[in-house]
């Protein structure tokens, strides 16, 4: 059983495209997460959804714009694609309550030509 | 602003060696320290994580200490196996606010 599925793995797209990235969680978690992880592996938190209600956009392009349909799904959605946002994007989800331990999926490798 | 800044960048340990990594944080406000382990093309997976009311925590041949005076946190790999070849980050995050922080990361690499 996937805990954090994200589709697709993979994503090579023409620069000024619109794209989108899909996630789901089937561990019944509160709070959803986007990441962003450069070249250079840096980690970095992009968006936080609590039972659908966004808590957390950090400093994002307003390209991005992440949609929550439900608690367990969280889409993000590119408009525009640069070259600089070529990255492999991660999303998690935790409880907001307790350990605060987030559960992370396998990450969409995006490359923007 | 770097608020968990995290060293070495890479690592290097024989097998059966201790590999230590180390982190700094700055805002006194982070009281949940968890380290992440990332192997190449998969996602980061909790390792073992620390709250500052403890000085140490042991999960097998993990062990974090943590010094809550120095605002520092430290990742000890006993018995360092190739299998543990892997990026490692540090991340702190505050009650009420579960964004994870993360550190630069640091490659290890366990030689035979």
């Known amino acids: 059983d996937t805990a954090v599925s994200q589709t697709p793995k993979y994503l090579v797209t023409q620069m000024g495209n619109d794209k989108s990235i899909k996630c789901e969680q089937n561990?019944?978690?509160?709070?959803m997460y986007w990441y962003k992880q450069d070249s250079k592996k840096f980690l970095k938190i992009m968006f936080s959804?609590?039972?659908?209600?966004?808590?957390i956009n950090e400093t994002v392009p307003n390209r991005f714009s992440p949609k929550s349909p439900d608690k367990a799904h969280l889409n993000l959605h590119i408009n525009s694609l640069e070259l600089g946002d070529s990255a492999v994007y991660f999303c998690?989800?935790?409880?907001?309550?307790?350990?605060?331990?987030?559960?992370f999926g396998q990450g969409t490798r995006l490359t923007v030509v | 602003q770097q608020q968990v800044k995290q060293s070495p960048q890479s690592l290097i340990v024989q097998k059966g060696g201790i590999s230590i990594i180390n982190c700094a944080y700055e805002?006194?406000?982070?009281?949940?320290f968890p380290w992440y382990q990332q192997f190449p093309g998969k996602g980061p997976a909790l390792l073992i994580a620390?709250?500052?009311?403890?000085s140490e925590k042991k999960e097998g041949r993990f062990t974090i200490s943590f010094n809550k005076s120095a605002k520092q946190f430290s990742l000890h790999i006993m018995d360092s196996q190739p299998g543990d070849s892997a990026t490692y980050f540090c991340?702190?995050?505050?009650?009420?606010?579960?964004?994870?922080?993360f550190g630069t990361g640091t490659r290890l690499t366990i030689i035979p």
């Open positions: 805002n006194t406000a982070f009281d949940y």
């Open positions: 561990l019944g978690h509160d709070t």
């Open positions: 998690a989800s935790s409880q907001v309550a307790g350990s605060a331990r987030a559960f």
């Open positions: 959804y609590n039972n659908k209600e966004l808590i």
């Open positions: 991340a702190a995050s505050m009650t009420g606010n579960e964004k994870l922080t």
């Open positions: 620390i709250r500052p009311d403890v």
